[in-house]
């Protein structure tokens, strides 16, 4: 009997499913750059500087010790308490090892708590403009993405969120400071959105990793609002923007010890623990000197101020000085035309004449925008800032 070879398909998800666009940009600059065509990037949200020595020498002292085989999948008790200890010190939250799970990085950390929560059909409340990792990881769980829109300066209130939430809202996703605009929550407004997810029984995921990169005022996590709050909260941090540890792929999350069950029981099925160098090196960049942190913080501030002052010569361009992260988001409605419609192609034309590559906003659900990394040196930051201002003068 003959029987007709069939052709490999793809399911329907990941038909749909759209590629990170900071990621393609990266891997389009490194391409071009392979072709000996020098480009400066100031699109990847990805610190400039080296993981501090001290951390990096707790990795190498964990391959030497031979600490290189599979862990607990939550992660090794020491880290869990660590991490513990960082939310009890730097956020006034109390939990316990058991309601901490490490992971490969707060994507995955996020990853499983959308699959973990969502069920198929339920709404998740997303306000933009986002990182769309969220919105794909949303799809993947079968839930439905809805969409509370910002505006300049992108300051997010319970007032807004309760215009978008219905019966159907099983999560609310907060991201403070935020990427790409760098915005973060009022404390007193974060109060009353702490207060709304408690009256509406919606559930929060809380993503704070640039928590630790702010330019003023102090950050606050909204499950320190209290115990009602907390049970309702998913704190999700990491490594990677603090610490300049995007490469070792280890995030975190804490929150209630059923959905953190929830989330290792699914990470058994997937990647199992986090790399157990990586692990080490987590538990030293929490247990030792902070002052590579305050410097790279402050690099970043003499870096903000520089963008700040140099774009804001540009009369053509309009934007919110960043409260937080390392992101200049910048209204370009202004130059679009017939020949650039978008700023998807004004970005374009602006990589192919002038060789600086950043990431268009509706990549982050903002026509319109333009979304500038500082995580650059500062030599690239001069050369960039000078590109763009010739290119919005038409030069």
């Known amino acids: 009997m003959h029987v007709k070879n069939k052709e490999t398909t793809i399911s329907s998800r990941v038909r749909s499913l759209a590629p990170s666009p900071t990621l393609g940009l990266d891997t389009e600059v490194k391409n071009l750059r392979a072709e ?29 010790q031979g600490f290189t085989h599979y862990t607990e999948t939550p992660g090794i008790p020491e880290l869990r308490e660590e991490i513990a200890k960082k939310l009890r010190r730097d956020n006034k939250i109390s939990y316990l090892p058991s309601e901490v799970v490490a992971g490969v990085g707060s994507k995955q950390i996020l990853y499983h708590a959308f699959q973990a929560l969502c069920e198929r059909g339920d709404h998740v409340v997303i306000p933009t403009p986002t990182w769309t990792t969220y919105v794909e990881q949303v799809k993947l769980a079968g839930a439905l993405p809805v969409y509370c829109k910002l505006t300049s300066p992108f300051k997010l209130t319970a007032l807004a969120l309760a215009k978008r939430f219905s019966p159907r809202t099983r999560v609310l996703l907060l991201n403070s400071p935020a990427n790409p605009t760098g915005a973060t929550i009022d404390q007193e407004e974060l109060r009353r959105i702490a207060e709304l997810a408690v009256r509406t029984r919606i559930f929060v995921i809380s993503d704070e990793i640039y928590e630790k990169i702010l330019y003023q005022g102090k950050h606050r996590s909204i499950a320190s609002f209290g115990p009602r709050i907390r049970e309702r909260t998913l704190t999700v941090n990491g490594f990677s923007k603090a610490y300049a540890m995007t490469g070792w792929r280890i995030g975190y999350a804490a929150g209630p010890e059923r959905l953190i069950r929830a989330i ?39 870096r903000r101020e520089f963008l700040v002052r140099s774009l804001s010569r540009i009369d053509s361009i309009s934007f919110v000085p960043p409260e937080g992260a390392f992101y200049l988001f910048v209204n370009v409605q202004r130059l679009l035309n017939h020949r650039m419609p978008t ?6 034309k602006l990589l192919k004449e002038k060789r600086v590559a950043i990431v268009p906003g509706e990549s982050f659900l903002a026509p319109g925008f333009v979304r500038i990394s500082f995580a650059a040196s500062m030599h690239d930051l001069k050369r960039g800032a000078r590109r763009i201002a010739d290119f919005s003068r038409g030069r």
């Open 343 to 348: 700023a998807s192609a004004w970005c374009a």
């Open 264 to 302: 290792t029981s699914l990470q058994s099925q997937t990647t199992s623990n986090t790399s157990s160098i990586a692990q080490k090196a987590a538990i030293e960049a929490l247990r030792g000197s902070q002052a590579p942190l305050a410097r790279m913080r402050q690099e970043f501030t003499l």
């Open 36 to 64: 000996g065509i020098p480009v400066i990037n100031l699109g990847l949200g990805e610190p400039d500087f080296s993981t501090p020595a001290h951390i990096v020498r707790a990795g190498v002292a964990a391959l030497a």
